[in-house]
């Protein structure tokens, strides 16, 4: 029997000009043999607690265990933790599952998503973020998304709202968003899916105007327009709005996205396999909503490794949607820290059929990009009272002036 037997970790960053990211990789070694999985538990900051997490899991529930288990060992970490469905936990687990998957695969010598059951498709669509400035004029990210279609991609997201919104836009804000996304549409034309990011931020009142706004650009859903505290406000937007309504990346384990699929609350569910609990439960949510005919389309800030276990998932469910894809927009390192991602091709991405994951660690890349002291998102996420448009036009024409 292959027997868990130690655990270490790797830590490492690149960024793109909407974000700096940090990323925690566990990995798990069998005893008496040198094969190890590979996982992703990458809280996007304040990593030290989650590698506390993780030893503490590691040492009380997998150490000694069979890495075929997984399921049991699974349960018995989820349902002996009192920190339960936070993200912590969740992130811990889903680290060390994911790196269970990947061990499992290289132990009986098969690709992740042959153990999940099988190719339902050939390639998996992804599509485009990180690629746009935030807050910019219209202008400007129309120039952008022409750029990222003519690197193949047939979808791209992006947050027209600013970053210092909270409930609701200025009438100016407004209509400045409006421009963004119709001089993206007019950029892009009618054949590229547009996706629009909400970031949490609005009450339904003010989700539902900004809603029947988007409605004419056509975009393939409108993610996140409403917190996911209440899921009372998605069932209240829905009511009042036909628009396809996407979230989940706040969301971890199954019980939240299962009263989600219960109430029709929303059409496309975006769990995030490193924070939601990994390639065992993702693949419960994608099950549970399949009953609902309800899409996923996997949240992605991951690392290559997270990117990818997402990626084997996509290619088993029949319920899948799109994927997010930011790996192009990073600094050129996020390709250099493993062999054997894909990259993306025309809108789409392939997987190999080497066992696990399919990857292989870079050693000294990894060690040239040790995690940045202090990282940020300025895509759109800041949930303040003020609008920052005149912020930013101020600093700009400051700018120019010199």
Known sequence: MNEIYRLEFRQFSAEHHNASRNWLIPIIYCKNSELFGIGDASYLGDDDRIIDEIKYLFEKYYKGKDPLDNESIWLNAYNNSMQRGGRISTTAISGLDIALWDLKGKILNQPIYKLLGGSLREKIMVYANGWYTNPGTPKLNAEEAEKVIGMGYKAIKFDPFGQKNFYKLSKEEFFLSENRI????????????????????????NAVKIAEMIKKYD????????????ISELVNLKKYTNISIATGERLYTKF?????????????????????GGLTELKKISNMAEAKHITIA??????????????????????FEIMEYHAEFYSPQYFKFFEGFPRQKDGYVTLSDKPGLGLEI?????????????????????????????DWKYNNEKKQRG
């Not at 939240?256 to 490193?274: M, S």
């Not at 996997?298 to 997270?306: A, D, E, I, L, R």
């Not at 050693?363 to 003020?386: C, D, L, S, Y």
């Open 182 to 205: 119709k001089e993206v549409r007019k950029a892009v034309g009618q054949n590229i899916e547009i996706l629009i990011e909400g970031h949490a931020k609005f009450n339904v009142m």
């Open 219 to 230: 975009p393939l859903f409108f993610e996140e327009p409403v917190s996911e505290e209440n």
């Open 256 to 276: 939240p996205f299962g009263e989600i699929i219960d109430k029709n609350a929303a059409d496309v569910l975006q769990p995030d396999i490193a924070n939601a």
């Open 298 to 319: 996997p949240h992605n800030t991951c690392s290559p490794v997270g990117a990818i276990a997402e990626m084997h998932l996509c290619k088993n469910i029949p319920n």
């Open 362 to 390: 870079n050693e000294k890349e990894i060690q040239k990009h040790p995690p940045f002291v202090n990282t940020n998102a300025r895509g759109g996420a800041n949930k303040t009272i003020w609008g920052d448009y005149y």
